[in-house]
């Protein structure tokens, strides 16, 4: 087996895994050992109420310090270190450490990278059902330090995840808070509305027992037609002739919007499309789910069609439109979520309620004009809950990227753990009959921060593209690639992945959408019927205004920008997504040391990147490479590397 060649620390050796590990297979009972279960947060005590899927006097011995690793799960990450002596399924695989600190094989055998090679020696059809055996597992080969300098790493790994998981756990719970009060608001402006000075009266509902004046309660089935959805697993007469159509399941059903990222398809008739397609204005009503999806209600506004509802979906039709967010909004509200659940059928998980019951449920219900005026008022607080959520949501998200690259990095000896843990060291402060006067200095001039330089940067391209007919998510996305690598911005920071539309930064995205919102230069609006990259870029108060911060924060690089955005003026998003990718197969290699040919060039970009690149012809990919050289969009092997969404780093391959 022929071992490729890479770059490693000093010291570090080539293991196998085996040399490491010793498979541990001896099998005891539930009795006599304390069943454990293997999480993705490690090895812990097996609840009462856990799911028993194997004979309890038929399992796996684990010792204190052993490594247990789930080997149907291991694509998930679900493993770790077993504090504890105990005993786990038969289909766990358990190691007995050898020559490896077992603080420092938690963190190594649990990194992101090892768990993609982890998965590289598998078997299966899908993720879902992927195995691992011990015997393929074993000749994962990898670098390592010694023992002493794996617990110097293990040590800091130790110290700094558990700072970066409180940070998670902090921002975590404000998220918390927030949903709380959206929900509370919801629930306030659906039952009392937003007046705090209105007059209530009393009712005879339980769940409405006060209501302004004015405001009148009716049934469901008084302001709309509730209907059932498609049964699924029908069997058609041979011969019948059906259509392909998207229907929407539980899942895709959230509290006030619908969720398009994975929408499943069913071979329908025509006369199924006739009856049960939906309409936009349509309610969408959980009919089933737990507790938190059961009644939970968005409407449908119609984004493609035809577009069919599962059974487990009930379809709200108001017979006046104009009530269609309030019908919605009122499935959220408290007293809807207590109807929903003393009316259901509740079982172990799942709960589901009925037609009969759902058309009963009562909804407090304003004169139009005043309904409109609570849901603006009402939809105007949702967004600042939206916008918090949305940052907040972020900065989880880069935590939790910057914990996976910062184990990574430690493992493999990327970083300088020792200087990373070494305090700062401080100058003895003179005592005072030994000071030095000092001269007075100019106070320093701060940087903008990543965030800030992003913003500025998609406002200069949002701007001089203007009313760019091409101009949306992607196209932005690959310019901020470009003014990255090309153009030397590298406050940009991005960390580019090779997806289908790449190279792509979703959390980069996520954050400009919404700074450009924020600081008031530019709002984004999805296209009906698009999917999630096809946007339009709409002014707010402060568009064009950008230019004099820009100029601040980037200097002469600014032109060098406005130069490379102009030269995208007209061009279509496939052309700019072809450029970009070109530029990135071609930097990558000249980062690695190669000097790749037109051929090598358009090879990697068919071949290593991603299989959806293969929708461009060779003849434009060599036409377009023609392009940059005239143009002079050269790539120096300088900027960011992208980064492989399936090819392992740690490793050594075959």
Same mark, same amino acid.
């Given at each position: 087996?022929?071992?490729?060649?890479?770059?490693?620390?000093?010291?570090?050796?080539?293991?196998?895994?085996?040399?490491?590990?010793?498979?541990?297979?001896?099998?005891?009972?539930?009795?006599?050992?304390?069943?454990?279960?293997?999480?993705?947060?490690?090895?812990?005590? =097996?609840?009462?109420?856990?799911?028993?899927?194997?004979?309890?006097?038929?399992?796996?011995?684990?010792?204190?310090?052993?490594?247990?690793?789930?080997?149907?799960?291991?694509? +998930?990450?679900?493993?770790?270190?077993?504090?504890?002596?105990?005993?786990?399924?038969?289909?766990?695989?358990?190691?007995?450490?050898?020559?490896?600190?077992?603080?420092?094989?938690?963190?190594?055998?649990?990194?992101?990278?090892?768990?993609?090679?982890?998965?590289?020696?598998?078997?299966?059809?899908?993720?879902?059902?992927?195995?691992?055996?011990?015997?393929?597992?074993?000749?994962? &080969?990898?670098?390592?330090?010694?023992?002493?300098?794996?617990?110097?790493?293990?040590?800091?790994?130790?110290?700094?995840?558990?700072? /970066?998981?409180?940070? /998670?756990?902090?921002? =975590?719970?404000?998220?918390?808070?927030?949903?709380?009060?959206?929900?509370?608001?919801?629930?306030?402006?659906?039952?009392?509305?937003?007046?705090?000075?209105?007059?209530?009266?009393?009712?005879?509902?339980?769940?409405?027992?006060?209501?302004?004046?004015?405001?009148?309660?009716?049934?469901?089935?008084?302001?709309? &037609?509730?209907?059932?959805?498609?049964?699924?697993?029908?069997?058609?007469?041979?011969?019948?002739?059906?259509?392909?159509?998207?229907?929407?399941?539980?899942?895709?059903?959230? !509290?006030?919007?619908?969720?398009?990222?994975?929408?499943?398809?069913?071979?329908?008739?025509?006369?199924?499309?006739?009856?049960?397609?939906?309409?936009?204005?349509?309610?969408?009503?959980?009919?089933?789910?737990?507790?938190?999806?059961?009644?939970?209600?968005?409407?449908?506004?119609?984004?493609?069609?035809?577009?069919?509802?599962?059974?487990?979906?009930?379809?709200?039709?108001?017979?006046?439109?104009?009530?269609?967010?309030?019908?919605?909004?009122?499935?959220?509200?408290?007293?809807?979520?207590?109807?929903?659940?003393?009316?259901?059928?509740?079982?172990?998980?799942?709960?589901?309620?009925?037609?009969?019951?759902?058309?009963?449920?009562?909804?407090?219900?304003?004169?139009?004009?005043?309904?409109?005026?609570?849901?603006?008022?009402?939809?105007? @607080?949702?967004? %600042?809950?939206?916008?918090?959520?949305?940052?907040?949501?972020?900065?989880?998200?880069?935590?939790?990227?910057?914990?996976?690259?910062?184990?990574? !990095?430690?493992?493999?000896?990327?970083?300088?753990? $020792?200087?990373?843990?070494?305090?700062? +060291?401080?100058?003895? %402060?003179? *005592?005072?009959?030994?000071?030095?006067?000092?001269?007075?200095?100019?106070?320093?001039?701060?940087?903008?921060?990543?965030?800030?330089? @992003?913003?500025?940067? *998609?406002?200069?391209?949002?701007?001089?593209?203007?009313?760019?007919?091409?101009?949306? &998510?992607?196209?932005?996305?690959?310019?901020?690639?470009?003014?990255?690598?090309?153009?030397?911005?590298?406050?940009?920071?991005?960390?580019?992945? %090779?997806? &289908?539309?790449?190279?792509?930064?979703?959390?980069?995205?996520?954050?400009?959408?919404?700074?450009?919102? =924020?600081?008031?230069?530019?709002?984004?609006?999805?296209? $009906?019927?698009?999917?999630?990259?096809?946007?339009?870029?709409?002014?707010?108060? %402060?568009?064009?205004?950008?230019?004099?911060? /820009?100029?601040?924060?980037?200097?002469?690089?600014?032109?060098?920008?406005?130069?490379?955005?102009?030269?995208?003026?007209?061009?279509?998003?496939?052309? #700019?997504?072809?450029?970009?990718?070109?530029? $990135?197969?071609?930097?990558?290699?000249?980062?690695?040391?190669?000097?790749?040919?037109? !051929?090598?060039?358009?090879?990697?970009?068919?071949?290593?990147?991603?299989?959806?690149?293969?929708?461009?012809? =060779?003849?434009?990919?060599? #036409?377009?490479?023609?392009?940059?050289?005239?143009?002079?969009?050269?790539?120096?092997?300088?900027?960011?590397?992208?980064?492989?969404?399936?090819?392992?780093?740690?490793?050594?391959?075959?």
């Amino acid at each position: 087996m022929e071992i490729m060649t890479r770059h490693v620390p000093s010291g570090w050796a080539l293991y196998r895994l085996g040399q490491l590990f010793a498979e541990r297979r001896e099998k005891v009972s539930d009795k006599d050992f304390q069943p454990l279960s293997v999480t993705m947060n490690g090895i812990v005590l =097996q609840l009462d109420s856990a799911a028993k899927s194997d004979d309890g006097d038929n399992r796996k011995l684990v010792r204190a310090g052993d490594y247990v690793i789930n080997s149907r799960s291991d694509r +998930k990450g679900s493993g770790g270190v077993s504090p504890l002596d105990g005993s786990v399924s038969l289909i766990s695989i358990v190691l007995e450490p050898l020559r490896i600190h077992p603080p420092f094989a938690h963190h190594l055998l649990r990194s992101p990278a090892f768990q993609e090679e982890f998965y590289r020696w598998g078997h299966g059809i899908v993720a879902d059902l992927w195995t691992t055996r011990y015997s393929d597992m074993k000749n994962i &080969r990898l670098y390592l330090p010694d023992i002493a300098s794996q617990k110097r790493i293990a040590d800091f790994l130790d110290t700094e995840t558990a700072r /970066i998981d409180a940070l /998670i756990e902090k921002k =975590q719970q404000v998220l918390v808070s927030v949903a709380d009060a959206r929900f509370s608001t919801i629930s306030r402006a659906l039952s009392v509305g937003l007046d705090d000075n209105a007059p209530l009266i009393e009712t005879d509902s339980p769940y409405l027992p006060k209501i302004p004046a004015g405001w009148r309660i009716w049934r469901l089935k008084h302001l709309a &037609r509730v209907r059932g959805g498609m049964t699924l697993g029908r069997t058609l007469p041979e011969g019948t002739s059906v259509i392909t159509t998207p229907y929407l399941r539980v899942a895709n059903v959230q !509290a006030g919007w619908v969720d398009l990222s994975d929408v499943a398809e069913i071979d329908v008739t025509e006369t199924e499309i006739n009856r049960f397609s939906l309409r936009r204005g349509d309610v969408l009503m959980n009919e089933g789910g737990d507790n938190d999806k059961l009644g939970r209600g968005a409407v449908w506004l119609a984004p493609f069609e035809p577009c069919l509802n599962q059974n487990h979906v009930f379809c709200v039709r108001p017979g006046d439109l104009r009530y269609s967010d309030w019908i919605s909004m009122a499935t959220n509200a408290r007293y809807a979520r207590d109807f929903f659940y003393l009316h259901s059928n509740q079982s172990t998980n799942l709960a589901s309620i009925s037609k009969t019951n759902v058309e009963k449920l009562p909804i407090a219900v304003p004169p139009p004009e005043e309904m409109r005026a609570v849901l603006d008022q009402l939809n105007a @607080r949702l967004d %600042r809950f939206t916008a918090i959520t949305e940052k907040v949501t972020t900065s989880i998200n880069r935590l939790r990227e910057y914990r996976a690259a910062l184990i990574t !990095a430690a493992v493999t000896g990327q970083i300088d753990v $020792a200087a990373h843990a070494r305090p700062v +060291k401080t100058v003895p %402060r003179l *005592a005072g009959a030994d000071a030095v006067p000092l001269q007075s200095s100019p106070k320093p001039t701060s940087l903008p921060d990543r965030r800030t330089i @992003r913003v500025l940067v *998609a406002a200069e391209v949002v701007h001089r593209l203007g009313a760019d007919p091409y101009l949306g &998510r992607t196209k932005l996305q690959k310019l901020m690639f470009l003014a990255e690598a090309h153009a030397n911005i590298n406050d940009i920071g991005g960390r580019y992945r %090779r997806y &289908r539309y790449g190279p792509y930064d979703d959390a980069m995205v996520q954050e400009i959408e919404l700074g450009l919102r =924020q600081d008031g230069y530019y709002d984004t609006r999805e296209a $009906a019927g698009a999917d999630r990259e096809k946007v339009a870029f709409q002014q707010m108060s %402060r568009a064009g205004g950008h230019g004099d911060a /820009i100029a601040a924060a980037l200097g002469g690089q600014t032109e060098c920008l406005r130069h490379l955005v102009d030269l995208f003026k007209g061009k279509d998003t496939e052309a #700019t997504e072809a450029i970009a990718t070109l530029y $990135a197969v071609w930097n990558d290699a000249l980062i690695d040391g190669k000097q790749p040919d037109d !051929a090598a060039i358009i090879r990697g970009f068919l071949q290593d990147w991603h299989p959806e690149k293969g929708k461009f012809k =060779q003849a434009d990919l060599q #036409t377009w490479l023609g392009w940059m050289r005239r143009h002079e969009i050269i790539p120096k092997g300088r900027g960011p590397r992208t980064i492989s969404t399936s090819t392992p780093s740690l490793f050594e391959g075959e």
